[in-house]
């Protein structure tokens, strides 16, 4: 079955950065578009980014030009590099993937901003 294990949160401090990986197994990886959400304490899951399976990316405006989305297909990763991280991005973070119309998750990862 497909699986999706998120890694690579922890507590930063802010202006700090982390990468999150998303490993997929039990599917074709190359051929699906890989998403980044995230879900704050008392707030609705929000997408982040968006990689095709072409490698076309998309942002939403308050992680544009800070964070990057990105894939190795030979490894079956999808990663979330994070710069210049702020309070406000403290969440778990989660990736998902689409396959025959079924929408798989991964458990999430914390990332948790603070000074």
């Known amino acids: 079955q497909v699986q999706l294990v998120e890694s690579g949160g922890g507590l930063v401090q802010p202006g700090g950065s982390l990468r999150l990986s998303c490993a997929v197994s039990?599917?074709?990886?190359?051929?699906?578009?890989i998403n980044w959400y995230r879900q704050a304490p008392g707030n609705q899951r929000e997408l982040v980014a968006t990689?095709?399976?072409?490698?076309?990316?998309n942002y939403a405006d308050s992680v544009k030009g800070r964070f990057t989305i990105s894939r190795d297909n030979a490894k079956n990763t999808a990663y979330l590099m994070m710069n210049r991280l702020r309070p406000e991005d403290t969440a778990v973070y989660f990736c998902?993937?689409?396959?025959?119309?079924?929408?798989?998750w991964g458990q999430g990862t914390q990332v948790t901003v603070s000074s």
């Open positions: 998902k993937l689409v396959y025959s119309g079924v929408e798989y």
């Open positions: 039990g599917t074709i990886f190359r051929i699906y578009a």
């Open positions: 990689i095709t399976n072409s490698g076309s990316t």
